[in-house]
């Protein structure tokens, strides 16, 4: 288990001193997750990255999903190259995220597509597919700086994720919005506002849960 022993980096969207009470907590505990995680040697962060995409591969949400969003691994994040490979295999689509429009979208990313860096400098797939309708998505693999098992997540701070969760809220949506993490990322509560939304579930080395 990766306990309690890692943390980060990316865009910082607001200065410590101006942030209201919430606020701070939150960038406080981004701040030290970043560095924890970062801290993880290659050995650690590869072997649990590995269990996570099997327990990822051998879930329902991913046996019965076509269309999945997935990320690249960034400032320490869990690394899903196994779960790519794998899913290509299978001939699963997959979509890389993209925020060049300022909201969230997810691009397709087939076998053999050139990147280009993006904003924030963030890959996205070369070329002019058009964004995918996300309702067309089975699965969307989120990434997050910390969470607990309310499925409150923490996230780098752009709030796009939140506002992509928030927009699903058709009763008849088949997308599962799935967190993926290291135990070490998990707090026994995370602080949220209003504006903040629940995952799912989540995915760690360790398990993976659902929350209700």
């Given at each position: 288990m990766l306990g309690s022993q890692f943390a980060p980096q990316v865009f910082l969207f607001l200065t410590i001193s101006s942030m209201p009470e919430t606020s701070q907590k939150k960038q406080e505990l981004r701040t030290r997750l970043r560095e924890w995680r970062r801290s993880l040697s290659g050995e650690q962060t590869s072997a649990a990255s590995e269990v996570i995409c099997q327990r990822i591969l051998s879930s329902e949400c991913y046996q019965q999903a076509s269309d999945i969003a997935v990320y690249l691994a960034n400032d320490g994040e869990v690394d899903l190259s196994l779960l790519f490979l794998r899913a290509q295999q299978q001939s699963r689509r997959l979509y890389l995220p993209s925020v060049e429009s300022g909201d969230l979208e997810f691009l397709a990313w087939p076998p053999g597509t050139e990147l280009r860096e993006g904003r924030y400098g963030i890959p996205v797939p070369d070329g002019t597919n058009a964004p995918v309708d996300t309702y067309a998505l089975d699965l969307i693999l989120t990434p997050l700086v910390a969470f607990d098992l309310q499925g409150n997540r923490l996230g780098m701070g752009g709030?796009?994720?939140?506002?992509?969760?928030?927009?699903?809220?058709?009763?008849?949506?088949?997308?599962?919005?799935?967190?993926?993490?290291?135990?070490?990322?998990?707090?026994?509560?995370?602080?949220?506002?209003?504006?903040?939304?629940r995952l799912q579930g989540v995915v760690t080395e360790e398990y993976l849960q659902w929350f209700d």
């Open positions: 709030g796009f994720y939140d506002r992509c969760i928030a927009a699903d809220k058709s009763p008849h949506s088949r997308r599962v919005f799935l967190g993926v993490a290291f135990c070490g990322q998990q707090q026994e509560a995370v602080a949220s506002d209003a504006w903040d939304q």
